[in-house]
């Protein structure tokens, strides 16, 4: 599985007291993440995928150029 897309909204914070982040315009394209999903009655039931350096959304983040931590 790949992500990628353009952040054009804003974004609530994800951690108490930290502020919104406002609009970047800017596209991400995370790398591919090897993935499993279980399908009954042509619904998924589990999906997984697997960590990998520069995914998931400290990786959006990241390329979005949106500090994170003190």
Known sequence: MQITGTHTATLPSLMPGAPEVPTTG?????????????????????????????GGVMGIFQQLGIPMGA
């Open 26 to 54: 800017k596209h991400f394209s995370l790398p591919e993440e090897p993935s499993r999903a279980t399908v009954k009655d042509d619904k998924i039931t589990s999906f997984s995928a697997d960590q990998v350096p520069g």
